[in-house]
T-cell receptor, first 111, second 112 residues
Framework: EDKVVQSPLSLVVHEGDTVTLNCSYE??????LLWYKQEKKAPTFLFML????IEKKSGRLSSILDKKELFSILNITATQTGDSAVYLC???????????FGPGTRLSVLP | DGGITQSPKYLFRKEGQNVTLSCEQN?????MYWYRQDPGQGLRLIYY???????QKGDIAEGYSVSREKKESFPLTVTSAQKNPTAFYLC???????????FGPGTRLTVL
């Protein structure tokens, strides 16, 4: 059974700190890994990582994929209060048609 | 504007009543999904559809039903057989394959 684990489940930091969120997975024939940010409602897409794209960066956010060790990290530098959200990781393998989501990491950035 | 809409935003129902949640997309996506999210948990897949007039059960389909009569629409019915229906429901769509899913704003269902 495909499985996604995220850690920590909850994190409180102050503005300006750098955070690292972890996502480890077990999936048959990995195809892609997605990171989403969820504030109050709909998750918004951040990054997609695949075998051909194992590192992505957008502004203060960056993510890498380690296919050998079966994990991904999401880094946020110089955090701002607007970064406060739940960050979801989802993985898709060849077996099954759909993404499996982890429980999320709730990040709170204090001023 | 392209996107996914869900209605209503909040829904209250009495126990034992069926209720239907709406999901519409104008992104021309073939695949559509319904997820349930409970506090402190990730998204769990209820049903998905990759083509009109066809849909498949996800991990927690019991007590739910769907239809896909049009490409743009994928309504979800929460039936009285669902033991614990109070939750946040998210609809998503995507191009078929391992591609990012685009989410609607969600419907928060409370059963009294």
């Amino acid at each position: 059974e495909d499985k996604v684990v995220q850690s920590p489940l909850s994190l409180v930091v102050h503005e300006g700190d750098t955070v690292t969120l972890n996502c480890s997975y077990e999936v048959t024939n990995f195809r892609s890994l997605l990171w989403y940010k969820q504030e109050k409602k709909a998750p918004t897409f951040l990054f997609m990582l695949t075998s051909s794209g194992i590192e992505k960066k957008s502004g203060r956010l960056s993510s890498i994929l380690d296919k050998k060790e079966l994990f991904s990290i999401l880094n946020i530098t110089a955090t701002q209060t607007g970064d406060s959200a739940v960050y979801l990781c989802a993985v898709k393998g060849n077996y099954g048609q759909n993404f499996v989501f982890g429980p999320g990491t709730r990040l709170s950035v204090l001023p | 504007d392209g996107g996914i809409t869900q209605s209503p935003k909040y829904l209250f129902r009495k126990e034992g009543q069926n209720v239907t949640l709406s999901c519409e997309q104008n992104l021309n996506h073939d695949a559509m999904y319904w997820y349930r999210q409970d506090p402190g948990q990730g998204l769990r897949l209820i049903y998905y559809s990759q083509i009109v007039n066809d849909f498949q059960k996800g991990d927690i389909a019991e007590g739910y039903s769907v239809s896909r009569e049009k490409k743009e629409s994928f309504p979800l019915t929460v039936t009285s057989a669902q033991k614990n229906p109070t939750a946040f429901y998210l609809c998503a769509s995507s191009i078929v394959g391992p591609n990012e899913q685009f989410f609607g704003p969600g419907t928060r269902l409370t059963v009294l």
